[in-house]
Every structure is written in structure tokens, then in C-alpha cells.
């Protein structure tokens, strides 16, 4: 499903409504919110608005929070993922259960753990927790997560540590794979911006390919995919 918003505050104001609703759907049903997050610029203002407006909406304490990927620098990086999320939301709902990417090891060593971390919240006979909701976002050149174009496709694992040049960003970096994210209940895209336009359009309407594209690896196996995009991203479309 794609829902267009006009602009990245619209997109983001759509967007917390609906992670409260999930999250309480999820507390209501299964007794806890398991959410993987996304980094980049793209959720930024989906958070500030969870950490202000919507901080009374949910019952945090009942909400796990991961990541879709982290990048391997310290938390106080400007880098890190995790970090950046501290400030303007964890701190603000008083987060409790927060099991972020431990990026001070060694990236293949990160990825280990997190593998472990995951299998704690493992739902047999997967290895990892079927998420209640799986955040990405979209690179220009048709990354998700840490998942970039060339990458292997055919994974075994949950988790990769990956090496990749985007932007001014860190390089080093662990991610879930898609045998994890399409395992999830709610898979959403936030997209948004006239660089992601041409992407988006080839993504979504054009031919298969995977290694080139790799958003189009996300497909989930018994959830619900939606794209919240702008109109400048949905330009082309
Ligand atoms: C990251 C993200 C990455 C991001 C895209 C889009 O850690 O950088 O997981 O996949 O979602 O690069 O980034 P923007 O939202 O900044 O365009």
C-alpha cells in the first residue's frame, strides 16, 4: 500500500499516529510492542513528535526498541543511531527496554550479538522475534537499511556487518537482513524528497532486481507493507 502525504511533517504526523496505534494494537494483543527503528533523516521528526505529543499514548514500558541497522561508531557520534534517538525520544518516554546494535565491537563481532539479542526474543522455530512493526527507509540509490546495492541477496543470517560508503555517513555498520525484516507484522517505507523520486519509481514500478535495488527485498512473508511517501518523492509515480 502507498500513502502519499504532502510533505515530510504531514508524512510524519501520519506516521505517529500510526506507530501509536500498532503499539497499542500490539500491547493489547501480545502483551508487548516489539518496534525495529530506522536511522537516517527521513523518521527524525516521527520521533520528536512520539518523544512530544504523543509521549502519554502508549504504555512505554510495554515497548522494545531495536534497529533496522546501526552504524559502528560510538553512542555519542553523531553517527549512531541509537544516540541521536536518546535524545529526542528515549529520554523523553522514559525507555526502558532499548536493544540497540552494541557498536563499540568490532562490526562482525556487533553482529554476532545482536544476533543474540534477537534470539531472545526469538518466536520458534525463527530465530528472531517476529517484529510488531519494522521502520526503513530508502536510500537514493535504492538502499534499506544497511542493506546496499551489490550486497548479497541470499542470505542464512539475521544479521550482517557491512561495509558501505553513502553520503557523509558511517561505513561500518551491522544490519538485519531481510529474513528478519519480512517476518515482521507492519513493514513500513518512510520516503520522502525529489532525490528518492527516480528510486522510488524504479522500486516500485519497475522490473525486479534486487541487487541493484535492494528495497525491493522487502516483502513481507504474512504482514502488511506501506510506503508513507511525500509528494516529491511520488513525483514520478
Ligand atoms: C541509516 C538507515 C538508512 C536510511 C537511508 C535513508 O542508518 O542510514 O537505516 O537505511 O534509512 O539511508 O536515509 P535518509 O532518511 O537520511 O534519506
Known amino acids: 500500500m502507498i500513502t502519499t502525504l ?19 494494537k500490539a500491547i493489547e494483543e501480545r502483551g508487548r510492542f516489539l518496534v525495529a527503528l530506522s536511522g537516517g533523516s527521513t523518521p ?8 512530544d505529543q504523543f509521549q502519554n499514548d502508549v504504555d512505554w514500558s510495554r515497548a522494545h526498541f531495536f534497529w533496522g541497522d546501526e552504524r559502528c561508531v560510538p553512542v555519542d ?4 543511531s541509537y544516540g541521536q534517538t536518546k535524545k529526542i525520544l528515549f529520554d523523553k518516554i522514559g525507555a526502558t527496554n532499548i536493544h540497540r546494535v552494541n557498536s563499540d565491537l568490532a562490526p562482525d563481532s556487533a553482529a554476532m550479538d545482536y544476533a543474540h ?8 522455530p525463527l530465530d528472531w522475534p517476529r517484529f510488531d512493526l519494522v521502520l526503513l ?3 537514493d540509490d535504492g538502499h534499506t537499511a544497511s542493506l546496499f546495492p551489490n550486497s548479497p541477496v541470499d ?3 539475521p544479521t550482517l556487518a557491512v561495509t558501505a560508503n553513502y553520503q557523509d ?32 519509481l524504479n522500486v516500485l514500478d519497475g522490473a525486479y532486481k534486487p541487487r541493484l535495488y535492494p528495497a525491493q527485498r522487502i516483502k513481507p512473508v504474512d504482514g502488511n507493507l506501506v510506503w508513507m511517501i511525500d509528494e516529491e518523492a511520488a513525483s514520478l509515480l
Not at 44 to 51: D, P, Q
Not at 77 to 80: F, K
Not at 176 to 184: G, K
Request: a positive charge; proline letters at 3%; charged letters at 20%.
Open 137 to 139: 527507509g530508502m536510500g
Open 6 to 24: 504532502k510533505d515530510i511533517s504531514e508524512l510524519s504526523q501520519y506516521a505517529a499516529r500510526s506507530f501509536i496505534g500498532i503499539a497499542n
Open 44 to 51: 527524525m521528526r516521527l520521533y520528536e513528535l512520539l518523544g
Open 155 to 157: 542470505v542464512t543470517s
Open 169 to 200: 555517513r558511517p561505513a561500518s555498520r551491522v544490519t538485519l537482513t531481510q529474513l528478519v525484516i519480512n517476518d515482521a507484522r507492519e513493514i513500513w517505507f518512510l520516503v520522502a524528497g525529489k532525490n528518492k523520486a527516480e528510486t522510488l
Open 77 to 80: 557520534d553523531a553517527g549512531n
Open 117 to 124: 539479542t534477537l534470539k531472545v526474543f526469538s518466536e520458534p
